[in-house]
């Protein structure tokens, strides 16, 4: 079976430091690695992609990946409170279905 | 930007009843995704379509029912409705199955079995 799993949390961080979330899953031959964003009530919303191995900058988000390790991790620099949500992990193989892990709860604290 | 819309924001049922959920995306995407998300649980597929008129089954397709009879166009269908089926409905669409094309989600559906 397929997992993709990550720490629950709440992850609590305070405000303008670098909250870190990690993710792993077992698949090998899993080729797509993506960030979601999930506000409370509302839908997940795509933040960041990575396909390949090292790091993946956007903004004040980094993602990082490592495939012999298995796993990705998503790098949120100088947090604000408006990051606080919960943010899923979510993994592909090429011709199957996403396999999203469970979350990490993140709360900034001002 | 993709928009995919789903019909209705908040949706209040009684048990038996018969729910049709809707969802439309504005981007021409070959595969369409339905999804319920419960507290503890996280996201778990029902059905999904990768092409008009296919439909495949998800992990939990038990007491629901799909349509695509047009490619913008996947409705998700409650046969008779019942309370452990009260949940978060989300709707989503990718591009094509090729490792570069993201799940793209609709606001979602909260809907009440009572």
């Known amino acids: 079976q397929k997992e993709v799993e990550q720490n629950s949390g709440p992850l609590s961080v305070p405000e303008g430091a670098i909250a870190s979330l990690n993710c792993t899953y077992s698949d090998r031959g899993s080729q797509s690695f993506f960030w979601y964003r999930q506000y409370s009530g509302k839908s997940p919303e795509l933040i960041m992609s990575i396909y390949s191995n090292g790091d993946k900058e956007d903004g004040r988000f980094t993602a990082q990946l490592n495939k012999a390790s298995q796993y990705v991790s998503l790098l949120i620099r100088d947090s604000q409170p408006s990051d606080s949500a919960t943010y899923l992990c979510?993994?592909?193989?090429?011709?199957?279905?996403?396999?999203f892990g469970p979350g990490t709860r993140l709360s900034v604290l001002p | 930007d993709v928009k995919v819309t789903q019909s209705s924001r908040y949706l209040v049922k009684r048990t038996g009843e018969k729910v049709f959920l809707e969802c439309v995306q504005d981007m021409d995407h070959e595969n369409m995704f339905w999804y319920r998300q419960d507290p503890g649980l996280g996201l778990r597929l029902i059905y999904f379509s990768y092409d008009v008129k296919m439909k495949e089954k998800g992990d939990i397709p038990e007491g629901y029912s799909v349509s695509r009879e047009k490619k913008e166009r996947f409705s998700l269908i409650l046969e008779s409705a019942s309370t452990n089926q009260t949940s978060m409905y989300l709707c989503?669409?990718?591009?094509?199955?090729?490792?570069?094309?993201?799940?793209?989600f609709g606001n979602g559906t909260r809907l009440t079995v009572t």
């Open positions: 989503a669409s990718s591009q094509d199955q090729g490792y570069n094309s993201p799940l793209h």
């Open positions: 979510a993994v592909k193989v090429y011709g199957q279905n996403f396999v």
